[in-house]
């Protein structure tokens, strides 16, 4: 079982929807962990991430300072959600030796992503806002100053890195990262593809969140390889923007 049901968004779905957030994942992970455990399931992967990390933390962050504090305001109802997900399949490890691994990964995106301007997370939800503003003359609005840092890992990269987990690692937890960078260079690689650097403008009226959560993958690499080749950011940003203009009438937007 590859558990990767969650209720999610970006950091404002998270700030505006906390009691959705925590309820509806709450609900959902205690349901698949106790069904993967009452039904035998020979092992589960379950997915976590990395901005459930403490806010007030040294970095990197790495896989044992889950609990070492509060997460960020902004995203603490999901965040707490997801340290129980993590707690529960440690029990039952524990308890009755089921295999429970959980992931962590940091920030996702690829094609085929929740491009909803509100609610969507921010990769999919820059391009569909540059793509509006392009098709109507306006400016290209980024919200906060751009300054705060994220990993980004491209989606194809994380399957391949599950199913290489599924069936060679079977430890408690691991952080599946790639290389960070600042949301102003997101929207910038953004803005190029689609020949509108010139409109890019940030709105710091809006709160940019967290300022970083900077994770350690050196246990990934060790056990995948210190060379692996993830897919450069800009060259994953590009394949979804490709993918966004091709499939605009039929994209998840709402």
């Known amino acids: 079982m590859i558990h990767l049901a969650a209720c999610v968004g970006g950091i404002y779905n998270n700030m505006n ?15 698949v962990v106790k069904c993967c455990h009452d039904f035998g399931v020979i092992k589960m992967i379950a997915c976590l991430s990395t901005c459930i990390f403490p806010d007030e933390t040294a970095y990197p962050i790495n896989e044992t300072m889950l609990h070492n ?34 992931i962590i990964p940091t920030n996702i995106y690829g094609p085929a992503d929740n491009y909803n301007l509100e609610d969507g997370h921010v990769i999919p939800s820059l ?5 509006l503003a392009k098709q109507t003359g306006a400016d290209f609005v980024v919200r906060g100053t751009g300054s705060p840092l994220r990993q980004f890992i491209y989606s194809e990269d994380l399957a391949k890195i599950i ?17 960070e960078t600042s949301i102003a260079n997101v929207a910038k690689i953004i803005a190029d593809k689609f020949e509108y650097g010139d ?3 940030f709105d710091e009226t ?5 300022y970083k959560k900077t994770a350690d993958n050196s246990l990934l690499l060790s056990l995948i390889g210190e060379n692996y080749d993830f897919t450069d950011i800009g060259e994953g940003i590009g394949k979804s923007v490709d993918w966004f203009i091709t499939n605009y009438a039929n994209a998840w937007k709402n």
């Open 206 to 210: 809006y709160s940019d969140g967290q």
């Open 69 to 102: 504090g509060p997460p960020h305001t902004s995203n603490d109802a999901y965040a707490y959600s997801k340290r129980m997900l993590q707690i529960h399949c440690k029990a039952y490890r524990e308890m009755y030796g089921d295999n429970f691994v959980c």
């Open 17 to 31: 929807n906390k009691v959705e957030m925590l309820e509806k994942n709450l609900q959902i992970n205690y349901n």
């Open 199 to 201: 409109r890019m403008v």
């Open 163 to 179: 199913l290489w987990i599924m069936e060679f690692y079977n430890d408690e937890s691991v952080i599946i990262s790639a290389s």
């Open 127 to 131: 391009i569909h806002k540059c793509y």
